[in-house]
Every structure is written in structure tokens, then in C-alpha cells.
Nanobody, 124 residues
Framework: QVQLVGSGGGLVQAGGSLRLSCAASGGTFRNFAMGWFRQAPGKEREFVAAISRSGVSTYFADSVKGRFTISRDNAENTVRLQMNSLKPEDTAVYYC?????????????????WGQGTQVTVSS
């Protein structure tokens, strides 16, 4: 059973930066596409970013392109989301996600494993 533990959330002012980390265990990390989704109060969970099993391909929601980057370290079983130029509309609970295939996809219904969520709050 794969377990994902996210960390790194917090409170930041608009324009600031945060880095989220997700540590995976219980599976062969390099076999999993990894990524992040987020859910704001009263809204559906939405795709943020993903990285392929090898780390060669990355994918981003239009709302975060140019501001967020995603990376993975297959030796440390970790995926990271660097968030720069944060906006109040980025405020949400961020969930680490994993699926045993090349690419993660952008639909929450296609995700096999979820982390527990970490709160990101951006003040104006």
C-alpha cells in the first residue's frame, strides 16, 4: 500500500513563495506518476501539476503556469512543488497524488493514492 505524506504548507503574503514536499513509501516510487491537486472551500478538487515517472515530462494547470514548478527525486522517493508569485486565489488544501502509470492525468477520479493534504493560505 502506497502512503503519501505531504508537508510545507503555511501562511504567506501575496507575491511570496512556498515549497511543498511529498514523501512516498510502500511502493516502487519510480513506477508512479506524481502530482498535486488542490481544493478550496466550497469548490471541487482541481489539478495543479504533475510529473511523469521518469521526471522528463511535467504538466501544469493554466492558472499556475509560469509560477509553479514540480520536481521529483527518485532516490529520495520525494516530489516537490515550488510555488512562486503566490496569489490569494491559490489558497487551498493541497493534496499529493500518485498513480502507477507514466502520466498522472488531470482528473481526481483517476488518482489511485492521495496524501493527507496540507493547507496553503495566501493573504492579500
Amino acid at each position: 500500500q502506497v502512503q503519501l505524506v505531504g508537508s510545507g504548507g503555511g501562511l504567506v503574503q501575496a507575491g511570496g513563495s512556498l515549497r511543498l514536499s511529498c514523501a512516498a513509501s510502500g511502493g516502487t516510487f519510480r513506477n508512479f506518476a506524481m502530482g498535486w491537486f488542490r481544493q478550496a472551500p466550497g469548490k471541487e478538487r482541481e489539478f495543479v501539476a504533475a510529473i511523469s515517472r521518469s521526471g522528463v515530462s511535467t504538466y501544469f494547470a493554466d492558472s499556475v503556469k509560469g509560477r509553479f514548478t514540480i520536481s521529483r527525486d527518485n532516490a529520495e522517493n520525494t516530489v516537490r512543488l515550488q510555488m512562486n508569485s503566490l496569489k490569494p486565489e491559490d489558497t487551498a488544501v493541497y493534496y499529493c497524488a500518485a498513480a502507477p502509470r507514466y502520466a498522472l492525468g488531470s482528473s481526481p477520479s483517476a488518482i489511485d493514492y492521495w496524501g493527507q493534504g496540507t493547507q496553503v493560505t495566501v493573504s492579500s
